[in-house]
């Protein structure tokens, strides 16, 4: 039988330490760095619109690779802020859930818009990413932290998606990268009715 007097926790407790400062509650919350880095991993609808994001860049192809990303972050960050201070943005949830449907979408099609049009596109998606992100901003984090977290997250996502597609592209069947597009819709479309 396993007996916990006979354990020295004077010595071993150091072995857990990783862990209980991982999952300590307050971990984190005093900047808010730490949940703004992990608030857009915690939702399939973020998670793949941002990749999304990358893959569909990299089919647009030349200034798009770099252009769609960074406008998709520069809007989620002015509707992270709107989030924060209170203003409302209408259908929110809509938007994110469509941003994945109309991007998987565009994916499938290997549509290369103007990139204007294509910025705005992913510009008015990543307004609702970040208008959800900023209204679920925890009371314990600080603004600009929060916001610096999720925008690297993202930033991490939109690379990761990046080169997915510039791995399938290179095999030369880009066929695939249509696959992934399918992919992303089925999800949506789960995620629509789920």
């Known amino acids: 039988m396993f007996d916990l007097k006979k354990i020295n926790f004077s010595k071993n407790v150091y072995l857990f330490l990783p862990v209980l400062l991982i999952l300590h509650p307050d971990f984190g919350q005093a900047t808010g760095f730490w949940h703004g880095l992990s608030h857009p991993l915690t939702g399939l609808d973020h998670i793949l619109a941002m990749v999304a994001v990358g893959i569909w860049a990299v089919q647009v192809g030349g200034k798009a690779v770099w252009a769609i990303p960074l406008s998709f972050v520069g809007m989620m960050i002015i509707g992270g802020i709107l989030g924060i201070t209170g203003v409302s943005i209408p259908f929110v949830e809509k938007g994110i859930i469509m941003s994945v449907l109309i991007l998987g979408v565009l994916i499938i099609a290997s549509a290369r818009l103007p990139l204007i ?35 690297v997250s993202t930033v991490l996502l939109h690379i990761s998606g990046i080169c997915i597609a510039g791995l399938l592209s290179k095999t030369k069947k880009l066929q695939l990268l249509r696959y992934t597009g399918a992919t992303i819709l089925i999800a949506g479309c789960i995620l629509l009715f789920f």
């Open 117 to 151: 049009l294509g910025m705005i596109i992913v510009g008015l998606f990543a307004l609702c990413h970040g208008h959800a992100h900023g209204s679920e901003i925890p009371n314990t984090a600080i603004g600009i932290t929060y916001i610096i977290g999720f925008a």
